[in-house]
């Protein structure tokens, strides 16, 4: 037996035990005096009844009481059987003969003569003859009702053998219960402990960082409590493998920045170095400058996304396509310069009216073009409108000379660059993606990048105005 075996068995058997000792005190002192006083009472309501009838009418009504009521009841005159209130013995002997008459024979039975003064008085008579061997009483009631004499008899047996067998018998059943008691003990603790232990094999693994799941089926609160264990272990993994990603990608932050950093501050060094030996050929100050230009830029990026990350949402009504149009003329010189084909596909005659933070917008769109001018592999840009379910989904695609999976899941992290080399020409921070990303979750819209044919979509999606703000007259501008 294990433990919760013996704690049920020890419990299940002090609880038949008690009930068994509880049995047996209740037929020993209660049971005889309540059998009692339940005839008592019986007695009690048919006498009752008898007073408030004259004696005609009980005589006529004698065998429908004896049969409501379970008793014995006989009658006689009380001036004929006493003699005049005297002659005690004559009393008796017609008494015990009209129980006679009953089948009624009475091994101890007298009616004192106290008892008659009472009856003569028309006085209640109540008496409990014991029967001795034949181990009964007999509960008497004595009414003169009209000078007719009723006697109402019932037998009360005596109930100590009978309660000593019913004791008896108890004690069987209670060390039969026992019995059955360990057998229930060790199978409702089977039941039990199985899942328990599995329960407490999945909290241990957990303790250990061995996120594991056990199969309950119990279909009860076990099976409940094991679920709710097996989903606390999912989430804690999936924490822990994101807290992890997120420890991973700190380490690479942190590597990146170094990398970054690194260089200008070599040259930063180097050219003062120079400038201090009297090497300066008149371009080192605009090489220190330059270096330091980007390193404060670098920094004022890394301001920007931690900022944006607080920084509270301005919803406002803005046309998204003229929107698009002023950062796209940012980019115009470097699109003549570089000899890229940029196209814009626009929707005919629909509505481009947008709800959303306009500042935050035009930085991702920034930060979109800025990508796309800068990673083109076949010199051409794309950005297309175009609406959906009450939306306005932009995306801007160019070409790119083939994506890793790893590549898609890792654009959107800080300063992760595709061009391992870190050609400053090519490669830029890896700012731009990480920035725009935090602003389209904290603006809540919908966002993605996907590999199509060598080329590389960044779409998102903006609620318009008609479809879902035009109805809100309170939060929109005047005009």
Not at 58 to 87: C, H, M, P, W
């Amino acid at each position: 037996m294990n433990k919760l075996s013996r704690k049920l068995f020890w419990r299940l058997s002090l609880l038949v035990c008690f009930v068994f000792v509880l049995s047996f005190l209740v037929n020993e002192y209660f049971l005889p005096k309540y059998m009692l006083y339940q005839k008592k009472m019986n007695l009690a309501a048919l006498t009752g009844e008898m007073l408030q009838k004259d004696a005609v009418a009980l005589v006529l009504d004698k065998n429908r009481l004896e049969q409501e009521y379970q008793v014995t009841i006989v009658s006689l005159d009380f001036n004929a059987a006493a003699g005049g209130n005297a002659n005690v013995n004559a009393f008796n002997d017609a008494v015990r003969t009209q129980l006679n008459k009953e089948g009624i024979t009475l091994a101890k039975f007298w009616i004192t003569g106290d008892s008659l003064d009472k009856l003569s008085r028309h006085e209640p008579v109540y008496k409990i003859y014991d029967q001795g061997k034949l181990e009964t009483s007999y509960l008497v009631t004595l009414l003169n009702i009209g000078q007719t004499v009723f006697l109402v008899g019932d037998f009360v047996a005596h109930s100590e053998k009978s309660l000593q067998a019913v004791n008896r018998f108890n004690l069987y059943i209670a060390v039969g219960a026992l019995l059955l008691t360990i057998g229930l003990s060790w199978l409702i603790a089977r039941q039990i402990v199985r899942p328990l232990t599995a329960m407490q094999k999945t909290a241990e693994a957990i303790s250990n960082l061995d996120f594991q799941t056990s199969d309950v089926r119990t279909g009860d609160e076990i099976e409940l409590l094991s679920r709710s264990i097996d989903e606390m272990s999912l989430k804690l993994k999936e924490a822990r493998e994101e807290l992890q990603r997120q420890n991973d990608n700190l380490q690479t932050f942190i590597s990146d920045i170094s990398h970054e950093l690194k260089t200008p501050i070599a040259l930063i060094k180097a050219y003062s170095s120079g400038i201090r030996d009297g090497m300066d050929d008149g371009t080192f100050l605009g090489v220190i400058h330059k270096q330091a230009d980007e390193m404060a830029g670098l920094v004022d990026r890394l301001l920007e996304l931690a900022r944006m990350k607080n920084d509270p949402n301005r919803p406002e009504a803005f046309d998204f396509q003229l929107l698009f149009g002023k950062v796209a003329a940012k980019y115009a010189i470097e699109i003549r310069r570089n000899r890229l084909a940029f196209e814009v596909e626009t929707p005919e005659g629909g509505s481009s009216r947008v709800w959303s933070d306009s500042q935050k917008v035009e930085t991702v769109l920034d930060n979109f073009m800025s990508n796309a001018v800068k990673y083109t592999a076949d010199g051409r840009i794309k950005a297309s409108f175009e609406e959906r379910g009450g939306r306005l989904t932009f995306s801007v695609r160019n070409g790119t000379d083939g994506l890793l999976p790893e590549d898609i899941d890792n654009l959107w992290q800080p300063f992760y660059v595709r061009e391992r080399s870190r050609n400053k020409r090519l490669s830029g921070t890896g700012l731009g993606l990480s920035i725009a990303s935090t602003l389209l979750q904290k603006l809540g819209v919908p966002f993605s990048a996907v590999a199509q044919e060598e080329e590389i979509v960044f779409t998102f999606s903006l609620p318009l105005v008609s479809s879902e703000i035009q109805s809100d007259k309170k939060t929109l501008p005047p005009g």
